[in-house]
Nanobody
Framework: QVQLVESGGGLVQAGGSLRLSCVAS????????MGWFRQAPGKEREFVSA????????NYADSVKGRFTISRDNAKNTVYLQMNSLKPEDTAGYYC?????????????????WGQGTQVTVSS
C-alpha cells in the first residue's frame, strides 16, 4: 500500500504560479503511474494531468495544456505539478493519485490510492 501526501497549495493571484508536490511513502514511487485531479465545490472531480512509470508518457487536460507541467523524481518519491498562468477557474482542491499501470491513465476510477488533497485558490 502507498500513502500520498500533497503540499504546495495556497492563495495566489491570477497569472501567478504554484508548484504542488505529492510525496509517497510505503512503496517506491517508481512502480506507479501518478495522476493529479481536482475538484471544485459543487463539481465532480476532474482529471488534470498524469505521468506514467518512468515518465513513459504524460497526459494533460485541455484546460491546463501549456500552463501546467507534471514531473516526477523517483529518488525523492515525489511527483510535482508546476502550475503557471493560473486562472480563477483553476481554484479547487487538488489530489494526487497512484496506480500500478505502466501507462498513465486519465480516469479517476483507474487509480487505487489517493491523497487528502491540497487547496488552490486563485483570486481575480
Amino acid at each position: 500500500q502507498v500513502q500520498l501526501v500533497e503540499s504546495g497549495g495556497g492563495l495566489v493571484q491570477a497569472g501567478g504560479s504554484l508548484r504542488l508536490s505529492c510525496v509517497a511513502s510505503g512503496r517506491t514511487l517508481s512502480g506507479y503511474s501518478m495522476g493529479w485531479f481536482r475538484q471544485a465545490p459543487g463539481k465532480e472531480r476532474e482529471f488534470v494531468s498524469a505521468i506514467g512509470r518512468g515518465s513513459i508518457n504524460t497526459n494533460y487536460a485541455d484546460s491546463v495544456k501549456g500552463r501546467f507541467t507534471i514531473s516526477r523524481d523517483n529518488a525523492k518519491n515525489t511527483v510535482y505539478l508546476q502550475m503557471n498562468s493560473l486562472k480563477p477557474e483553476d481554484t479547487a482542491g487538488y489530489y494526487c493519485a497512484a496506480n500500478r499501470a505502466l501507462i498513465a491513465t486519465m480516469t479517476a476510477r483507474s487509480y487505487d490510492y489517493w491523497g487528502q488533497g491540497t487547496q488552490v485558490t486563485v483570486s481575480s
